[in-house]
């Protein structure tokens, strides 16, 4: 989100679409009396502007300064209200918290019966979706019901409802328990990354096996589940286990495909799940699989019946896109993958209030790695500058690192000798000032140290030198990652050979593929 939308307000409204702004005006214009009101003069000034600008509002005279706080709160909750009322925006949790509000009133009424009535049918509905928290919510109110006034239905109740008690307390706590593991596992990743030793990737198994040992899939319900899944998903994946993280991202997938319904219901865990397993192929080089997925998934999300929100969309531009790039690389067919780029830059326009920044960087990053490949890096160096400029960046300090490695390589084969020194310069010490260094990033940095005073004639000796130590970490299981964010290895074959780059990733492939074609293994 840009710096100019950071009001949260103004970033609400800019979030509406046309018919949700049409219905907060027919909301507010229910009564007369707010046809005029200030806080429909403040949606209208909010709407019309570009970006946010507390003295243009002042200027308006709508409202004085000490009072447009509490006008803007106000606007905010009748926003809120408008878009509760939107039947685009009805979904399950919304349902059941609406008939335990009906519920509410008519028990503060006196009317017990028509409550627990309303209350019965919420139930239902919350255990067929497999929303237990609510169900366990709405069974207390019963009991509180049942308990505290003659209904002349507890003699029949009592038992039914202690069960249903016991049953969903331990539902309830077995989600808990295995959210944490999963939010655990999930900071692992985020923070440290996959296991980059023997060491941590034991500490790892050892955390994963205290924690995990104590659940039966066969117990669980849908959602117990769907986390199950995702946790050895994260697992897998932190001690770079890939075809593991194929195998449980699969079984994600087909826990909604025995369920379809639930697809509608946790949309973006649906979504979440199926990029997890496009990247596992990807991962481990299955282009066929991973095409035939990713047509797959781009079928389902543009089908009528699929969800639609600014939530969703936005998650499905960038698994779309960032998935392409990713089916052009595993096919070397980069001349492709630039049709695609004007679509991606389009969608980052429209998406970027819901998309933060690591993804719209990553994006960047994919754009910037295909122009190098076919050649135009003046275009490459202009999507690198993009990233290395961003202050608001949350990318991660290896696709940091690799960026400006990226950027340098570029500049070099562009020509643009007159600033080169300075770009060695700057790339050595990031890399230098960086933690938990890999060894790829170890021998890159050795070698940038002695660029400045290679000669001429010395280029290609010093790049088959770098070539043959790096090629040494290219099937390493706790390095080969680092190959993934920058192919430099075919780079340097490239130089090395006299070939375009995108000539040596474009063999690697369809070596890969018939390779894929010839195996017998089923994943």
């Not at 960026?403 to 300075?422: M, P």
């Amino acid at each position: 989100m840009t710096n100019q939308l950071k009001d949260n307000l103004f970033v609400l409204i800019k979030s509406l679409t046309k018919s949700e702004k049409r219905q907060f005006k027919l909301y507010v214009g229910r009564m007369d009396s707010n046809e005029d009101s200030k806080f429909l003069k403040l949606f209208n000034l909010l709407d019309k502007m570009d970006f946010y600008n507390e003295d243009l509002i002042l200027k308006k005279k709508i409202v004085s300064k000490l009072q447009l706080s509490n006008l803007k709160a106000h606007l905010y909750k009748q926003i809120l209200i408008s878009l509760r009322l939107n039947p685009q925006h009805k979904n399950v949790k919304l349902h059941i918290r609406g008939q335990i509000d009906f519920a509410t009133i008519l028990y503060q009424k006196g009317l017990y019966k028509q409550s627990l009535k309303i209350l019965d049918k919420a139930k239902s509905f919350a255990l067929k979706y497999d929303e237990n928290a609510s169900a366990y919510e709405i069974v207390e109110f019963e009991k509180l019901i049942e308990s505290l006034y003659v209904t002349r239905s507890l003699s029949n109740r009592t038992n039914e409802l202690v069960s249903q008690t016991n049953h969903l307390r331990e539902q309830n706590e077995i989600y808990s328990n295995l959210s944490n593991i999963s939010l655990q596992l999930y900071e692992k990743l985020i923070k440290a990354g996959y296991a980059k030793s023997d060491d941590e990737s034991k500490e790892i198994k050892k955390f994963f096996k205290q924690k995990i040992k104590s659940f039966k899939i066969s117990e669980l319900g849908f959602r117990e589940t769907l986390i199950y899944y995702q946790i050895w998903v994260w697992y897998s994946l932190l001690i770079q286990d890939f075809l593991s993280s194929y195998k449980y991202a699969s079984k994600w997938i087909d826990t909604f495909n025995r369920s379809p319904e639930m697809i509608g219901i946790h949309p973006v865990f649906y979504l979440k799940g199926y990029n997890f397993l496009l990247e596992a192929l990807a991962l481990i080089k299955y282009p066929s699989k991973f095409k035939y997925r990713l047509n797959d998934l781009i079928n389902v999300v543009e089908d009528k019946s699929f969800p639609k929100n600014q939530n969703l969309n936005a998650l499905i531009f960038i698994y779309k896109y960032n998935n392409l790039f990713n089916l052009h690389v595993l096919e070397g067919d980069f001349k492709e993958s630039l049709k695609i780029i004007p679509e991606v830059l389009v969608g980052i326009e429209i998406n970027k209030n819901f998309i933060d920044h690591h993804h719209i960087m990553l994006l960047y990053f994919k754009i910037a790695c295909m122009y190098f490949t076919v050649n135009d890096y003046d275009n490459c160096i202009k999507y690198v500058n993009m990233i290395m400029i961003n202050k608001n960046i949350k990318m991660r300090e290896d696709l940091q690192c690799f960026t400006r490695i990226l950027n340098l390589i570029a500049h070099w084969e562009a020509g643009r000798d007159y600033n080169l020194d300075k770009i060695i310069r700057e790339t050595y010490n990031y890399l230098d000032k960086m933690n938990d260094l890999h060894e790829v990033q170890k021998t890159i940095l050795k070698y940038l140290n002695g660029l400045e005073n290679i000669y001429p004639g010395e280029i290609k000796g010093f790049l088959r030198s770098l070539h043959s130590e790096l090629k040494k970490f290219e099937d390493d299981p706790y390095e080969k990652r680092a190959f993934l964010y920058l192919d430099i290895i075919s780079w340097l074959e490239s130089k090395i050979n006299n070939k375009p780059v995108a000539d040596i990733i474009k063999e690697k492939a369809l070596h890969i593929n018939r390779k894929e074609k010839q195996t017998t293994v089923l994943i």
